[in-house]
């Protein structure tokens, strides 16, 4: 089944579009505003876009054409849905018709005039979209609605990324692989080295293709492609393993006219070993406890268990070595014990020997 996200802030059109759409036997996701759109983009592959283009920016904000041209030049650009068709929705005025024929120019397949009708077929412009780009397989299949989760999202303060020989991981979690393999790896040991030296230049597409990927020429899209694989497989990590709510721009910004990583990604060197949980012996299972109590400080032991998936007479066991070593502080018994974070061993494990 094709899935569309619609961007339109008129209930009446929504109605419309609901209906034909619905006929069709097409699901949809709805935006009112650029900020939504952009929510929606970043977690979920559509198979086409409805753009109207006079929205707002935010919630019940002011609406004008501009804003939705800029959508359209962020979901072909930093957003990265290259390949999405775009059918602009347009009222019949000859000025947005005109506008229309512009946005063609700059990335949108098609447009269609508001209200819809034999004159204006809103059906026939996506299924001649639809003809042109055929949909995805389970666009959507990977993607965890935030409806769904079981854990409300907290706000993104700080994400740690560690970079090893032979990987990166943000959060724990692995986002490249080894030094030089991939072009997420390459961009991410350039953006690295921009942070830690300071450096004022502007890494812009020109710069990060020649630097990072050795691309001399006509590199912009090889690292637009690159950046936006980072900021979605960051925005996955984040949302999807930590519970935290983030965008693309957390992860790696536009910032000093180019890029440069997130000003809350805190960047450590995890040296050639195998990083904390291999010096501190941990097993799956406590790393994983550990990043549970990391996000919420204290849990039950129930709750723990729950969310480890593990029988609690497990939990127990692999839990003691951390009370032991004072990491875990365990208080109650019973139905009311619980498990305080102390001490992160994956945080001592990144210190520096003091001189």
């Not at 097993?283 to 549970?292: F, H």
């Amino acid at each position: 089944m094709p899935h569309a996200l619609v961007i339109e802030d008129d209930d009446s059109v929504l109605d419309a579009v609901h209906d034909r759409l619905r006929s069709m036997g097409h699901s949809h996701d709805v935006a009112c505003c650029q900020k939504e759109a952009e929510e929606h983009l970043l977690k979920t592959a559509y198979d086409y876009v409805l753009l109207d283009l006079s929205i707002p920016v935010t919630y019940k904000g002011y609406s004008d054409r501009e804003y939705g041209r800029n959508l359209l030049h962020r979901i072909k650009g930093p957003l990265g849905h290259t390949q999405t068709p775009v059918i602009i929705m347009t009222a019949h005025d000859n000025d947005s018709y005109h506008l229309a024929v512009e946005l063609m120019k700059e990335g949108a397949v098609d447009f269609v005039g508001k209200p819809f009708g034999e004159k204006h077929p809103l059906e026939k412009k996506i299924r001649e979209a639809l003809e042109k780009h055929p949909p995805r397989d389970a666009a959507t299949e990977e993607v965890i609605p935030a409806a769904k989760s079981q854990t409300a999202r907290q706000p993104l303060r700080q994400a740690f990324l560690d970079y090893y020989p032979d990987r990166v991981e943000l959060a724990g979690y692995e986002l490249a692989g080894s030094e030089n393999s991939t072009q997420k790896r390459k961009v991410l040991d350039l953006l690295k080295h921009k942070l830690l030296t300071n450096d004022r230049k502007a890494y812009d597409g020109n710069y990060v293709a020649k630097f990072a990927l050795g691309i001399v020429e006509f590199g912009e899209k090889a690292a637009a492609d690159a950046v936006r694989q980072i900021r979605e497989a960051g925005v996955k990590i984040l949302r999807e393993k930590e519970h935290l709510e983030c965008n693309g721009n957390d992860i790696v910004a536009n910032r000093d006219k180019g890029y440069a990583l997130g000003p809350l990604i805190q960047v450590r060197d995890g040296g050639p070993d195998a990083g904390a949980e291999g010096k501190r012996n941990l097993t799956q299972k406590q790393v994983a406890a550990l990043r549970e109590l990391r996000r919420d400080k204290s849990l039950t032991r129930r709750m723990l268990g729950r969310r480890l998936d593990t029988r609690l007479d497990a939990l127990d066991k692999e839990m003691e070595p951390l009370v032991q070593e004072g990491c875990v502080k365990r208080t109650g018994a019973g139905a009311a014990m619980r498990f305080e974070l102390v001490l992160d061993p994956m945080e001592v494990a990144h210190d520096k020997p003091s001189t």
